[in-house]
């Protein structure tokens, strides 16, 4: 029956080249951090512009007729007066008028 040998695993390392990756590491982070604030940075800005652009003329998408039906009643409601003084006028001129006729007439016969 034939030996069998163990062999253990040998790898290298070394300690150089461990402070390497960690540099790498933290450029990637710094990189990273770099851009977070970067965004965050225009997103301020979209922001800022977005508040003076919707000052003035910043109207609600749909349309509220609530006002506009409103006035229209009012409208109505000032013709139907116009209207209703103008006839009522017009009856009582005509009353007198003919009060006057008749008591004239009353008073030559």
Same mark, same amino acid.
């Given at each position: ?27 990637? +982070? #710094? =990189?990273?951090?770099? $851009?977070? /604030?970067? @965004?965050?940075?225009?997103?301020? +800005? #979209? =922001?800022?512009?977005? $508040?003076? /652009?919707? @000052? ?54």
């Amino acid at each position: 029956m034939p030996k069998v040998q163990n062999y253990h695993i040998i790898m290298s390392r070394s300690f150089h080249s461990e402070g390497n990756s960690a540099n790498i590491v933290d450029s990637h +982070l #710094n =990189t990273l951090r770099q $851009r977070i /604030e970067l @965004i965050r940075k225009k997103e301020k +800005l #979209n =922001t800022a512009y977005n $508040r003076h /652009e919707n @000052i003035g003329w910043n109207y609600i998408s749909d349309y509220n007729d609530k006002h506009k039906k409103y006035c229209l009643v009012l409208q109505l409601a000032e013709l139907a007066g116009l209207a209703g003084s103008n006839i009522g006028f017009v009856v009582l001129s005509g009353s007198f008028c003919i009060f006057l006729v008749s008591l004239i007439a009353n008073m030559h016969g």
